[in-house]
């Protein structure tokens, strides 16, 4: 394919994930981001925490990439038979080749790492647009060039290494999978409010522990 065509196709996922963000996320209560529902172990926002967490082990080594000198260019892509695996593995859990993988501890929400330690929405809200357009940045920069997206890092899983282009493969659908995945979490805190009108013991679990913790 067309290095443009492929760029192009990146840039609109990402940008529809920006726009999911902001419309379904940005501007909701505490309350409505850190609610965890029966059934679920994570809290929406934490969901944004983790695509986070497994951005802080790409981004920098993506970054250090992009600043290789004497890199060519080309105008043809061939993703490998791994790149199209391992995006479709982290694709939509609704969508049929995705899979479930469970994420590694040190890439869990600090809550499950260490209840000792805070976290907070806006931070973690402002990190995942900023990590967004460094994404852009970077898609722009190593797609052009045979040599960056050939350039082994390390995966999220050491000691595995992956190319480049594969870790841009995996990260960019993985924020899709877990905003799909925070959205259905904010659905069901929302049942659970509705429900609270009826039984008012209903309580907010990750909240209130928060408040005795502090």
């Known amino acids: 394919m067309k290095v443009q065509d492929f760029i192009d196709s990146r840039l609109a996922e990402l940008a529809d994930y920006k726009k999911q963000f902001e419309t379904a ?3 909701l209560k505490e309350d409505e981001l850190f609610f965890i529902p ?8 934490e969901c944004i925490e983790h695509i986070n967490n497994v951005s802080e082990v790409y981004l920098p080594q993506l970054t250090k990439v992009c600043q290789a000198e004497e890199a060519g260019q080309s105008e043809e892509l061939t993703l490998s038979w791994f790149q199209k695996k391992a995006r479709g593995w982290m694709s939509l859990l609704s969508k049929p080749k995705a899979i479930k993988i469970r994420a590694p501890k040190k890439l869990e929400p600090r809550r499950i790492q260490n209840q000792e330690l805070k976290m907070s929405a ?18 722009r920069i190593i797609s052009h060039s045979p040599k960056l997206r050939n350039t082994k ?8 290494k992956v190319k480049t282009l594969t870790g841009l493969e ?3 659908p993985h924020i899709g999978r877990h905003l799909e995945q925070a959205e259905r979490i904010l659905k069901g ?26």
Not at 38 to 45: H, L, Q, T
Request: avoid cysteine; charged fraction near 25%; glycine fraction near 6%.
């Open 25 to 27: 996320f940005y501007f």
């Open 189 to 214: 805190g929302r049942l659970a409010k509705e429900g609270q009108v009826e039984n008012p013991d209903i309580i907010f679990p990750a909240r209130e522990t928060e408040k005795e913790q502090g």
């Open 38 to 45: 029966e059934g679920e172990k994570w809290s929406a926002i």
């Open 122 to 139: 806006q931070k973690v809200m402002e990190n995942f647009i900023s990590d967004l357009s460094q994404i852009e940045k970077i898609l």
């Open 153 to 160: 890092i390390m995966s999220a899983a050491p000691p595995i």
């Open 170 to 172: 995996m990260i960019v």
